[in-house]
């Protein structure tokens, strides 16, 4: 199984600050990433696949890059509707999480 | 678009079978190569992938759950199910059905809302 590990765990960020998100893999997962946003009580929400694509309807100041082990995900800078968990997910072999980044306002 | 609802008992005694329905809406279950997947959240933790199948009615699940799991499909309904059994305390989470892309391009989208199933006596 491929461990995802998600760093920090909590991120505490001024609004209109940059927040920077880190996803390691416990093996070389190409560029087969997805990152997801979930706020309390609601499903995770597509944010990027492929590591660096943006889904449909996420707005431009969310970027993923990283390929291999390496990933990160940016918010260039944060509105009020970007606090909450953030998931990196690989499926290059089978699908495994990590254990979520909770960006929260400092 | 594709929109996914699960259904099913919030309710589940030890030892008993959970199960579950999603039901797909906007679209038929039967196109494309899309895996139809489910996926657990324990409260207040993180997401484990528990399996998904394709609308032949080929699988793939977790390894770690395998043994009591069974992903179904119901062409004719547009549906997809799951069960699991023998269930204990540590199976009471969040249960979401999802879609993935298929065949190497295994991100999820669309989610289901999620139902909570609770394992208790």
């Known amino acids: 199984e491929i461990v995802m590990t998600q760093s920090p765990a909590t991120l505490s960020v001024s609004p209109g600050e940059r927040a920077t998100l880190s996803c390691r893999a416990s093996q070389s997962v190409r560029s087969n990433l997805a990152w997801y946003q979930q706020k309390p009580g609601q499903a995770p929400r597509l944010l990027i696949y492929g590591a660096s694509s943006r889904a449909t309807d996420i707005p431009a100041r969310f970027s993923g890059s990283g390929s291999g082990t390496e990933f990160t995900l940016t918010i260039s800078s944060l509105q009020s509707e970007d606090f909450a968990v953030y998931y990196c997910?690989?499926?290059?072999?089978?699908?495994?999480f990590g254990q979520g980044t909770k960006v929260e306002i400092k | 678009q594709v929109q996914l609802q699960e259904s099913g008992p919030g309710l589940v005694k030890p030892s008993q079978t959970l199960s579950l329905t999603c039901t797909v809406s906007?679209?038929?279950?039967?196109?494309?190569?899309?895996?139809w997947n489910w996926i657990r959240q324990h409260p207040g933790k993180g997401l484990e992938w528990i399996g998904y199948i394709y609308y032949s009615g080929s699988t793939y699940y977790n390894p770690s759950l395998k043994s009591r799991i069974t992903i179904s499909v119901d062409t004719s309904k547009n549906q997809f199910s799951l069960k699991l059994s023998s269930v204990t305390a540590a199976d009471t989470a969040v249960y979401y059905c999802?879609?993935?892309?298929?065949?190497?391009?295994?991100?999820?989208?669309?989610w289901g809302q999620g139902t909570l199933v609770t394992v208790s006596s």
């Open positions: 906007g679209g038929s279950i039967s196109s494309g190569d899309y895996h």
């Open positions: 997910q690989q499926y290059n072999n089978w699908r495994t």
């Open positions: 999802a879609r993935d892309q298929g065949y190497g391009l295994g991100w999820f989208d669309p």
